[in-house]
């Protein structure tokens, strides 16, 4: 179960890289380099922090062909069709929950402790919307705004460190924390929730 929603996690980023390059205006070389960024930044940074050698994504080629043929597929669909209200949001969301969870189990498998696990959780989450908005110009990136976006990552990777403490078996433990990821966004969207601001105080 955990590879199939590994490979769900990574479908839906690849097809969140093609709907901002949409956005964005790019040309479809464009939407393969997000679709490959989104997709493999986050667990590229994991790994490297992990000193883990060869990087997952060079020696899979199933996965390679995953993400250039679910950007392929987008492309051709946003060309026969408009692109759907927060589609981007709703499929950056699946992505999301699912890579945070497999972030937390990577790290847990590395025995790294408490806090990091949660730290390395986020980042493998996170960073594969950062790197997708910066190439797409948009600053702040969504991460920096007051968007429920880290938040909803780090409520996932505490509900599945705390799950896994105490022996709940794996596949509802992915389950529970993968929804829980998916159920804060989408509801930090369509009920348009969102973090407060910093400000600055006056005298």
Request: hydrophobic share 55%; glycine share 8%.
């Given at each position: 179960?955990?590879?199939?929603?590994?490979?769900?996690?990574?479908?839906?980023?690849?097809?969140?890289?093609?709907?901002?390059?949409h956005?964005?205006?790019m040309?479809?070389?464009?939407?393969?380099?997000?679709?490959f960024?989104?997709?493999?930044?986050g667990?590229?940074?994991?790994?490297?922090?992990?000193?883990r050698?060869?990087?997952y994504?060079?020696?899979?080629?199933?996965?390679?062909?995953?993400?250039?043929?679910v950007?392929?597929?987008?492309?051709?669909?946003?060309?026969?069709?408009?692109?759907p209200?927060?589609?981007?949001?709703?499929?950056?969301?699946?992505?999301?929950?699912v890579?945070t969870?497999?972030?937390?189990?990577?790290?847990i498998?590395?025995?790294?402790?408490?806090?990091?696990?949660?730290?390395?959780?986020?980042l493998?989450?996170?960073?594969?919307?950062?790197v997708?908005?910066?190439?797409?110009?948009?600053?702040?990136?969504?991460?920096?705004?007051e968007?429920?976006?880290?938040?909803?990552?780090?409520?996932?990777?505490?509900?599945?460190?705390?799950l896994?403490?105490?022996?709940?078996?794996?596949?509802?433990?992915i389950?529970v924390s993968a929804g829980?990821?998916?159920?804060?966004r989408?509801?930090?969207?369509?009920?348009d929730?969102h973090l407060?601001?910093l400000?600055?105080?006056?005298?």
């Amino acid at each position: 179960m955990l590879h199939a929603l590994y490979l769900l996690g990574i479908a839906a980023f690849a097809a969140s890289g093609v709907l901002a390059a949409h956005r964005a205006n790019m040309d479809p070389f464009g939407g393969l380099v997000l679709a490959f960024a989104a997709s493999i930044s986050g667990g590229t940074l994991r790994d490297l922090i992990l000193g883990r050698h060869p990087l997952y994504w060079t020696h899979d080629w199933v996965l390679l062909v995953l993400i250039g043929s679910v950007a392929v597929a987008t492309m051709l669909y946003l060309r026969r069709r408009e692109l759907p209200h927060r589609a981007l949001m709703v499929v950056d969301a699946v992505g999301l929950a699912v890579v945070t969870v497999i972030g937390a189990r990577a790290a847990i498998d590395a025995h790294v402790t408490p806090v990091a696990v949660l730290i390395l959780a986020v980042l493998t989450g996170v960073t594969g919307e950062v790197v997708r908005d910066v190439l797409c110009g948009e600053f702040p990136p969504l991460l920096l705004r007051e968007e429920v976006y880290a938040t909803a990552a780090l409520a996932g990777a505490l509900s599945y460190l705390g799950l896994h403490w105490a022996g709940v078996p794996d596949t509802a433990n992915i389950v529970v924390s993968a929804g829980l990821v998916f159920a804060l966004r989408m509801t930090a969207i369509f009920r348009d929730l969102h973090l407060p601001r910093l400000q600055r105080t006056t005298a």
